[in-house]
Every structure is written in C-alpha cells, then in structure tokens.
C-alpha cells in the first residue's frame, strides 16, 4: 500500500510560542488544504528550536537542526511560512535557507542532490510590500538546493499600505487567499506524486 505524502511547514516568525502568528496561521491553513488531498502534516515554529547558525547540516552541540533536517528528510512537500520585515524574509527563514545550503553536498546512492524529487512551497505575510520579492528569492534558494516548485506555488497576504495590522487579525480569509492555498495545496500534491513514481535521473 502507497504511503501517504508527508508535508512539513516551517515557521519563519521571530515569536516564540504560545504567541499568535501569521505566517503560522497562513502556515496551518495551507496544511489544511493538503490534508484534503490526502497530505498529512507537521508544523514546525523554528524559533522555538535553537538553530545554530552556519552551513553545515550539523554545527555540533545544542544545534537543533539536525532533527529539523530529519523532518525535511521524511517528507515530500516542504513549506516555507515567513513574515515580511523591512521588505525582506525574516531573519529566521533566511537561516533556514543557510543550513539547507549544507544539502548541495549531500547525494543519495545514485548521485543525486539529497533534496532532488522534493516539493518546496511557500507563504509570505506581512503589513507592508515585499511578498512577491521574498518568494522570487526563496524560489530561487529552493530550487538551487534541489527542490522542485510547482506552478503557481507561493501563497502570500498584504495588508494596505501604511495602515498596519495583521495576517491573523481578520475576521475571515480573503477569497483570493483562500483560492491561491487551494491551488498551491493541489499542484503541490500533484508535483509530489510525479516525484514519487519518477524520480529525477541520476548524475
């Protein structure tokens, strides 16, 4: 019998938990629509884990990533959930991006990049512009590494310009929110179930 796909989100806030957290939010969300096409998922609030910094799969003691790292191996979809600062990815997604890095070194008994016939994914919100930016550049990041993306699979939330609030204070999800998850959740599982029965050639 087939395994079910395996998805694991990341969770880029700079908040620890239990604090609320939008890109956590859009994070469960997008885990949501998954689960629907028969996904199953685990959330990961990296800021609650200490991740050291560098770019090596292991930076010794204390480092939590190498269970991390794990939960990336187990799975066929990877989501990458940021908030926006200053324009940018948060400080923790772009240590994400560093110790994945570590992964171009890394092959399977083929010859093939560890992270070859994996799914990336991604989420950006935020109360000010940046969003197309951040997910051109994790796109990049994700695909370098070896992932692969499927079409239309970034999901991202704005809030007005100059006005403030958040991804978490509204009282519903924008229709086009809603619509974009769905079909970045449905080419996701599509892409991964293509991976799954035809892996990429080895070198």
């Known amino acids: 019998m087939t395994q079910p796909l395996k998805a694991l989100a990341l969770v880029c806030t700079l908040k620890p938990s239990p604090s609320p957290t939008s890109s956590g939010l859009i994070a469960q969300q997008v885990l949501d629509k998954l689960a629907e096409r ?5 959330l990961v609030r990296v800021v609650d884990h200490d991740v050291k910094p560098g770019v090596e799969a292991d930076m010794g003691e204390g480092d939590a990533w190498p269970e991390i790292r794990r939960k990336i191996a187990a799975a066929d979809i990877l989501l990458i959930s940021t908030p926006t600062w ?3 990815l948060s400080s923790v997604a772009q240590r994400v991006l560093e110790r994945l890095d570590a992964e171009l070194s890394e092959t399977d008994d083929e010859g093939r990049p560890s992270m070859f016939g994996k799914v990336a994914v991604t989420a950006v919100v935020g109360n000010e512009d940046g ?20 079409a239309q699979g970034g999901t991202y939330w704005n809030g007005e310009a100059m006005r403030g609030g958040d991804y978490n204070d509204l009282d519903e999800t924008p229709e086009a929110v809603e619509s974009t ?3 970045l959740a449905r080419n ?12 990429y050639p080895a070198s």
């Open 181 to 183: 998850n769905s079909t």
């Open 188 to 199: 996701a599982v599509h892409l991964a179930n293509l991976l799954r029965t035809s892996q």
């Open 131 to 150: 969003a197309h930016k951040i997910t051109a550049d994790l796109f990049q990041a994700l695909n370098d590494i070896g992932f692969t993306v499927p």
């Open 86 to 88: 200053v324009g940018h």
């Open 38 to 42: 028969g996904a199953t998922g685990e």
